[in-house]
């Protein structure tokens, strides 16, 4: 796996939505399961949410359920993050991660490859 580069981050208010995106290089994208994670200022990065590798799972941290969804296009190299009903507390920088395994898991450790992360404001 190469590179994974998240895009799609940005100032929004509360109550609206973001898409992010992470663009993975490589030919091996498809065995990876995909993860998303979240750092706020002064905090531990977090698990937001993750998809198996052909995306016939997905699962949420509780915070974020019916608000976010995963999902992920195996032929474009691209998985996404569509954020809706933005809450402040959502703000944080947002990483994708891969875990070669192809599972869906919220262990930081079993991702071996990041992103640089994207940015996400939401104002009150």
């Known amino acids: 796996q190469g590179q994974l580069v998240e895009s799609g981050g940005g100032l929004v208010q509360a109550g609206g939505s973001l898409r992010l995106s992470c663009a993975a290089s490589g030919r091996t994208f498809s065995s990876y399961g995909m993860g998303w994670f979240r750092q706020a200022p002064g905090k531990e990065r977090e698990f937001v949410g993750a998809?198996?590798?052909?995306?016939?799972?997905?699962t949420y941290v509780d915070s974020v359920k019916g608000r976010f969804t995963i999902s992920r296009d195996n032929a474009k190299n691209t998985v996404t993050l569509q954020m809706n009903n933005l809450k402040p507390e959502d703000t944080a920088v947002y990483y994708c991660a891969a875990d070669r395994h192809g599972r869906a898991v919220a262990a930081i450790e079993a991702y071996e490859y990041w992103g640089q992360g994207t940015q996400v404001t939401v104002s009150s």
């Open positions: 998809i198996t590798r052909s995306g016939g799972s997905r």
